[in-house]
């Protein structure tokens, strides 16, 4: 659930079948990896789909057969998106690069917005760089933070070779642009790709990725997101970036659909655990922050630029000076009272691709509400008869004289082990 709560992406794992009469003996000679594995769950006649995974390896101990899935996190876990420079230009013509400059080096990709990137210079001769190698608008590009004249789009890559911009003027067409005249110093640009939104770029990389994704709205609220990508990755890392920049959360559904929202308080309880099923209940923290209390401040850094810069052009304006040298802006919100409950309550500062201060201001704001009261984090293990019922992201209510959860207590489910033989739960809870 992004940086600010520890939470598991998938509750995927092992799931073990008694085998006391040999009658699953014949999954030996089986090839299993590989192949689509389905978790029924029988009762009275009712049968309901728990999860479809993918079967990792089946392993026979003694009397058990130990089945173990295959996280589909690690679907997310390939580099993303990968696509790198030929370095095959015959100079003149070609916007790969040469052997001596940068073959094999990753193309960069712009998702949502990015302000003063460096692109990357894929035709010394002609002088065309390149910020994306998937399609945006770029918008303003800049010799020494000095605004070059936009002389107007290509219609196409041919158009973009065949045809020199005017001295002191840049043209562009999808993420390439093409100088008039040899630069002065570092060449900077603005660029935005079609799909701006946080849900809608997340939507966007994991589908990408061959990943379906469900309703994106909440993160969308959020509004637009700046998110350049110049080294190597991950899908999911990608993921975690724009989640935690958001003050949200994502993981995999039982059918491997990525479900992302807003961090929020615990909903309506589907499952009541009281005194006499649970066997052992421990609290680890009672509160979000890394010292396990509560939160005080929530700093947010917003509003970023790739390329910080003082070396600039004498036209160059103090305002735009000022905003060059720092590479983002910061909003904060804090609650003293919290501070004089509890001495020691922390800090949260997160790197945020949130492309506006006033969007990072609401962010801060949502979180610290969040997490500036008591957030206990426990491990309940309790006897439950329908032990499939609860899932990551459920809500339970703890009722035990212990903790002071007399009255009940609402905490989310974070992660989750079930042992259908005892019918036994064990959850990792927080709220």
């Known amino acids: 659930m992004g940086d600010l709560i520890d939470a598991s992406r998938s509750g995927y794992g092992k799931t073990e079948l008694i085998n006391a009469d040999g009658g699953l003996n014949w999954l030996a000679d089986y090839a299993t990896d590989g192949r689509e594995a389905r978790l029924l769950y029988a009762d009275a006649g009712n049968v309901t ?59 960069p990709r712009v998702y949502g917005q990015v302000r003063n990137a460096s692109p990357t210079l894929v035709n010394s001769a002609k002088l065309i760089y390149q910020v994306s190698d998937q399609d945006c608008t770029v918008s303003a590009v800049y010799d020494k933070g000095h605004s070059l004249t936009d002389g107007g789009a290509y219609a196409s890559l041919s158009d973009l070779e065949s045809t020199e911009p005017a001295a002191g003027e840049f043209r562009a067409y999808q993420g390439y642009m093409r100088l008039g005249s040899s630069p002065e110093g570092q060449i900077t640009c603005d660029a935005e790709a079609p799909l701006t939104d946080a849900g809608d770029v997340l939507d966007q990389i994991a589908t990408e990725a061959g990943v379906s994704v469900g309703d994106v709205s909440a993160l969308n609220a959020r509004g637009a997101i700046r998110l350049w990508v ?98 983002h802006r910061s909003a904060e919100a804090s609650d003293s009272a919290v501070r004089t409950r509890h001495p020691l309550a922390a800090e949260i500062t997160v790197e ?80």
Request: net charge neutral.
């Open 352 to 431: 945020s691709r949130l492309a506006s201060r006033s969007a990072g201001q609401q962010a801060a704001t949502d979180v610290l509400t969040l997490l500036s009261p008591r957030r206990d984090s426990l491990s309940v293990e309790a006897r439950v008869l329908d032990t499939v019922s609860v899932a990551i992201g459920d809500t339970v209510r703890v009722v035990t004289p212990r903790l002071g959860y007399a009255t009940g207590r609402d905490l989310l489910v974070v992660n989750r082990t079930i042992n259908a033989e005892k019918n036994r739960l064990t959850l990792d809870l927080w709220g």
């Open 230 to 327: 110049t080294s190597e990755t991950t899908t999911a890392a990608l993921l975690d970036q724009i989640v935690t920049s958001v003050g949200g959360w994502w993981r995999i559904d039982s059918s491997n659909t990525v479900q992302a929202g807003l961090l929020a308080e615990p909903g309506t309880p589907v499952l009541s655990l009281r005194d006499h099923q649970i066997l052992s209940i421990s609290r680890s923290a009672t509160g979000a922050g890394s010292n396990g209390l509560p939160v005080h401040r929530v700093t947010w850094h917003c509003d970023r630029i790739e390329t910080t810069q003082t070396d600039l052009s004498g036209s160059v304006s103090d305002a735009r000076r000022a905003r060059l040298a720092t590479q």
């Open 49 to 107: 789909e728990v999860l479809v995974g993918t079967v990792a390896r089946v392993a026979f101990d003694g009397r058990r057969v130990s089945v173990r899935l295959r996280d589909p996190v690690e679907l997310l876990q390939q580099t993303h998106p990968g696509n790198r420079y030929a370095g095959d230009n015959v100079l003149p013509d070609g916007l790969e690069g040469t052997g001596d400059d940068i073959a094999g080096t990753l193309k």
